[in-house]
C-alpha cells in the first residue's frame, strides 16, 4: 500500500509538537492555515476558534471535520513554595503523569509530582502538582498564572512502521484531512473544518455544523487500539482503518455504514469496525446539527491514548488516507 502513497510525515511532526490545548488551538491553527492556503478558495475562523477551509464546487456540501485541540492541564492553584495544583483539561490518562513533563504556551516547562503519604494509614497518596523549577510563589508568578495551560510533551519518533508522539490524537485526523485537501479535485462543495474543544465535550464541530448545514459529514479522529489477546477482535494497530459504527454520542445509520465500507471493499482498504461503549467524537453533535445530518465516522487506532506517548501505524494512516480520498471521489448519494 505505501508503495503508491506519499505522505508528508515531516508536516505530521510539526502538527503534533505544536501546543494546542482545548480552548487555546491558535497555534495549531496558524499550522494548518500556512500549509493550506495555496490549496483552497476560501479560509475562515469562527468565533469560536474553528479553522473553515473550503473547497468551492457545484455538487453536495460535504463536512470534514478533524479536531485540533489535544488535552492538558490548567493551573487552579500556585502554593507558597511555588508549586502549581492543577484540573485535568480533557479525559487525561493519569496512569503515566507521575514525572511526565508539560509545556506551557510561553514555553515554561515543568514536571509533574504527586503529594507523599503523611503516614502509612493513609488508603492513597495526595494531589498531583506541576514543579517548574522555583523556590517560591513569587518566582512561580514570573513564568505561570492560575488559569495557565500546559501539555503533555513528548517527541515525534518514525519508529520504522510506527510512530511515538505526543498529540496524535487528533493533529493526525487534521494531517490526513491535509492530505487530502491538497490532493482533492472534485466537484463538491467541501468544508474541511478544523474544530476546537472536542475533548472537553466536541463543541466547536457543533457550531460549525450548525453553520455550514452540509449534506454529508465525515468526522476523522483515532480510536483505542485494543491489543491485548481478550480483546484481539475490537480496533488494534495495524488491521486498517476503523469505520465508525457506534460510540457514546453516535450509532452511525446503517446506510452511511454500508456505504463506506463498500468503498473501503471495492477499494481494497484495509479496515476494521469501531464499536465502543465509551467516549466519543465530533460525530456526535455534528450528526444532531438542525434537522439531522448523514454522518460517519473514520478513526486511526492508537495505543496509550490522551498520553504523552501514544504510538499509532503507517499502514492504518495510510489506509484512513485511502479510505477518505475515495470516499470524496464517491460521495453518498442519499
Avoid at 503523569?97 to 506551557?104: D, E, G, I
Amino acid at each position: 500500500m505505501s508503495g503508491n502513497i506519499n505522505l508528508d510525515f515531516s508536516l505530521l511532526k510539526k502538527l503534533t509538537q505544536a501546543y494546542g490545548p482545548s480552548g487555546n488551538e491558535k497555534e495549531i491553527a496558524g499550522l494548518i492555515m500556512g500549509y493550506s492556503k495555496n490549496h483552497v478558495d476560501n479560509v475562515e475562523t469562527d468565533i469560536l476558534g474553528n479553522l473553515i477551509i473550503r473547497k468551492k464546487g457545484r455538487g453536495k456540501r460535504i463536512m470534514i471535520a478533524a479536531h485540533m485541540d489535544e488535552v492538558g492541564v490548567i493551573v487552579t492553584h500556585i502554593d507558597n513554595n511555588g508549586y502549581l495544583y492543577f484540573s485535568a483539561v480533557g479525559g487525561l490518562n493519569e496512569a503515566g503523569l507521575l514525572a511526565r513533563r508539560v509545556m506551557f504556551s510561553n514555553r515554561c516547562y515543568g514536571v509533574i509530582g504527586r503529594e507523599r503519604k503523611e503516614s502509612e494509614e493513609e488508603k492513597s497518596k495526595g494531589k498531583y502538582f506541576i514543579d517548574i523549577g522555583v523556590n517560591s510563589e513569587e518566582e512561580a508568578r514570573k513564568m505561570v498564572r492560575e488559569g495557565d495551560m500546559a501539555i503533555l510533551t513528548g517527541e515525534f519518533v518514525e519508529n520504522g512502521s510506527h510512530i511515538i508522539s505526543k498529540a496524535i490524537d487528533n493533529r493526525l485526523g487534521c494531517f490526513i484531512a491535509l492530505e487530502v485537501l491538497k490532493n482533492y479535485q472534485g466537484e463538491d462543495d467541501v468544508f474541511f473544518v478544523f474544530t476546537v474543544q472536542e475533548e472537553v465535550g466536541a463543541r466547536g464541530a457543533k457550531t460549525a455544523a450548525f453553520a455550514i448545514e452540509p449534506d454529508l459529514a465525515l468526522i476523522i479522529d483515532t480510536t483505542i487500539s485494543y491489543d491485548t489477546p481478550k480483546e484481539k477482535y475490537r480496533t488494534s494497530l495495524n488491521n486498517g482503518v476503523a469505520i465508525k459504527v457506534m460510540d457514546r454520542s453516535i450509532i452511525v445509520s446503517p446506510v452511511i455504514k454500508n456505504w463506506m465500507i463498500d468503498i473501503a471493499v471495492k477499494n481494497n482498504i484495509v479496515f476494521q469496525s469501531e464499536i465502543i461503549s465509551a467516549g466519543g467524537t465530533d460525530s456526535g453533535p455534528v450528526h444532531l446539527t438542525k434537522g439531522g445530518v448523514p454522518t460517519g465516522g473514520i478513526a486511526v487506532p492508537v495505543r496509550y491514548l490522551h498520553s504523552g506517548s501514544e504510538i499509532t501505524t503507517k499502514l492504518d494512516i495510510e489506509s484512513a488516507y485511502r479510505l477518505l480520498s475515495e470516499l470524496l471521489k464517491n460521495p453518498f448519494a442519499s
